[in-house]
């Protein structure tokens, strides 16, 4: 038995697998649902688990071999997306790209925002996947809490930017986590946001951001994060002088092709 104090799919996963080669039940129990993966791949291996509500139960199983297809992941098809939506004459479509409901928080706050995108679920199994399309749109601002952060945790910085353009305040609280990513997030977004011009508040566990503002441009670190590399990025294209990525090979981590699709994103 083990309780997690902040929902961790990495830890929770870590624990899953170590149960199915346990003897007797091994259960996870979360304080918020994290995303699924692990528990979907291992039922559809015939494994012996069970979900319910935030607990995750497993038993000694033997896992059996099976095909599938992996679907594109939805954290780097956030970028090009939250650009379409963004830029003032923009459309994008992405196919076949995971579609798993713990993966799609940012989508779905986007459109809560205002912003117009389709998303059609093709097949399920084992995970959803399908086709998102997106395209300019006038957002309003919102609030983020803890409740929503766990299926949304990678794309969190860019809500920063959605904010930027966004009509009022944009929030994000009971972040924390940020600061033990790659970098510390939520400093490295607040300081670089700063330095291109923008006008953002630092919180313990998030950031404040009141729109719509104009990005000025200028230079700015990704301090070797892929996410953030790939976060200043996108505000070159949207800001009136451009924006200078310093250590911007570190987008490679996650996403080697990315200023090549950005490049084709903006043509």
Do not use: W
């Not at 799919?9 to 080669?21: E, F, H, N, P, R």
Request: proline share 4%.
């Amino acid at each position: 038995e083990h309780s997690l104090s902040v929902a961790s799919a990495q830890v929770k996963s870590a624990i899953l697998l170590a149960g199915i080669q346990a003897e007797g039940t091994t259960a996870v129990t979360e304080p918020h649902c994290s995303r699924d993966h692990t528990e979907r791949l291992l039922h559809s291996m015939g494994a012996k688990i069970s979900v319910s509500n935030k607990r995750v139960e497993v038993e000694k199983s033997e896992l059996l071999p099976i095909r599938f297809s992996i679907p594109g992941d939805v954290s780097s098809a956030a970028f090009p997306i939250a650009l379409a939506v963004l830029h003032e004459n923009g459309k994008v479509t992405i196919r076949e790209v995971g579609l798993n409901q713990g993966r799609t928080g940012f989508l779905r706050l986007l459109i809560k925002m205002g912003a117009d995108i389709e998303m059609e679920v093709e097949e399920s199994l084992p995970e959803p996947v399908g086709t998102i399309v997106a395209r300019s749109s006038r957002l309003i601002g919102v609030e983020v809490g803890s409740d929503l952060i766990p299926s949304m945790i990678d794309e969190l910085p860019l809500i920063a930017l959605a904010g930027v353009f966004a009509e009022g305040t944009t929030t994000v609280r009971g972040a924390g986590e940020l600061r033990k990513k790659e970098s510390d997030r939520i400093s490295v977004t607040v300081q670089n946001f700063r330095r291109i011009g923008v006008e953002i508040l630092e919180h313990e566990d998030g950031f404040s951001v009141e729109g719509p503002q104009r990005i000025t441009g200028g230079k700015v670190d990704s301090y070797g994060d892929h996410r953030i590399a790939m976060l200043f990025s996108l505000a070159g294209p949207l800001s009136r002088e451009g924006v200078e990525v310093t250590n911007s090979n570190a987008v490679n981590v996650s996403f080697p092709g990315f200023f090549k699709t950005l490049e084709e994103v903006c043509q």
